[in-house]
């Protein structure tokens, strides 16, 4: 089997694709025969050792977290799933590893697979449709609410946006200037660039969903009605003391479970979310693939998915 893995923190340099064996899956774990496999930019950050007092020192490690695949063997106490099944999920953050051949996760953060999502598709969602979702539940949203998402045409940004339409909210954000039109095409109103006039809009939002981490405090606060709810993806030391000192700031971060990552995967069978993907390619162009994405990221272009031989 293979695995994309590495042997220390660091750049793009450090990643290997070498041959692997799968450990036999634990009580309450699956091990998964992965079809396709999406990038996020923790996967970057955690590469780099960003995360080494969650992500230890024990290598080599693999890389990767959202995932989708056949169910190869279940450990111990696991009946929600069988051999065979088709599914989607999200390994841990310290487990990671489902840029592979094989992946072993939680069973719990494990679901089967909507039968009209592509493998492509349905490997998307968990991290960035799970922390959109739980973001939004964090700030408890409601329909006729209106909600600003800073950076609306990121993947946690689009998905919140389609999360929060779907919810009967009304959605603004910021993006681009020159990608306004894909964010009017999402629903988006208005979309303001990047460097807005917080004052213009002064007052409007029940939630201010920064999914970019980079909006000023202070310009949340104006953004936001009496009551109204900031929440915060990115976080810095600073960011959590201030989150755990305020009720009207949230840092939140994605945790999967069970409940949750069923409710992704039924808003995407329900078309609610609607992944985009800019490219795909084969585990053995992956590094390549990964190494210019960290490059040359394009703006605005979509998530990068992996893909894996389909049988033997
Ligand atoms: N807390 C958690 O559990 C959690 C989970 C997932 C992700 N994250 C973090 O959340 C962030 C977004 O993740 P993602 O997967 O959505 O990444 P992404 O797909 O790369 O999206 C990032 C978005 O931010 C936009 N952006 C760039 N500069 C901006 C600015 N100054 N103001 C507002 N938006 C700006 C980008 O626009 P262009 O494309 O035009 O440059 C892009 O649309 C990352 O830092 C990621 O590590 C946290």
């Not at 598709?121 to 700030?139: N, P, S």
């Not at 069978?269 to 609607?274: S, T």
């Amino acid at each position: 089997m293979r695995r994309i893995q590495y042997h220390r923190y660091g750049g793009p340099e450090v990643l290997r694709l070498e041959e692997w064996q799968p450990p036999r899956p634990g009580p309450g774990q699956v091990l998964v025969r992965v079809r396709a496999a999406g990038v996020n930019p923790m996967d970057i950050g955690i590469r780099h050792g960003r995360l080494k007092s969650l992500t230890g020192r024990k290598f080599p490690r693999g890389l990767g977290h959202d995932f989708s695949g056949v169910v190869e063997a279940v450990g111990d106490g696991v009946t929600r799933l069988r051999p065979g099944d088709e599914v989607l999920g999200v390994t841990s953050l310290k487990a990671a590893g489902a840029f592979a051949d094989m992946v072993v996760a939680e069973e719990t953060d494990v679901v089967h697979k909507p039968a009209n999502l592509s493998w492509e598709q349905a490997a998307t969602l968990g991290i960035a449709g799970g922390t959109a979702y739980q973001g939004l539940k964090r700030a408890e949203l409601q329909s006729g609410q209106a909600v600003f998402v800073a950076g609306v045409l990121g993947a946690v940004g689009r998905s919140a946006a389609q999360i929060a339409l779907a919810a009967g909210a009304t959605v603004s954000g910021s993006c681009r200037e020159s990608a306004w039109q894909d964010a009017h095409d999402l629903g988006v109103s208005p979309a303001v660039g990047f460097d807005f006039d917080a004052q213009k809009l002064r007052g409007r939002f029940d939630i201010v969903f920064d999914t970019a981490g980079k909006l000023p405090i202070a310009t949340s606060r104006t953004l936001l009605k009496p009551g109204g709810r900031i929440i915060d993806i990115v976080p810095t030391p600073a960011k959590f003391v201030r989150s755990a000192l305020s009720r009207s700031y949230q840092v939140v971060i994605g945790k999967a479970n069970l409940q949750d990552v069923e409710e992704i995967a039924r808003l995407a069978k329900d078309g609610v979310l609607r992944p985009l993907i800019s490219q795909t390619v084969p585990l053995d162009k992956a590094i390549p693939a990964l190494t210019e994405l960290e490059r040359n990221r394009a703006p605005g272009t979509g998530k990068l998915v992996f893909t894996m031989m389909s049988e033997s």
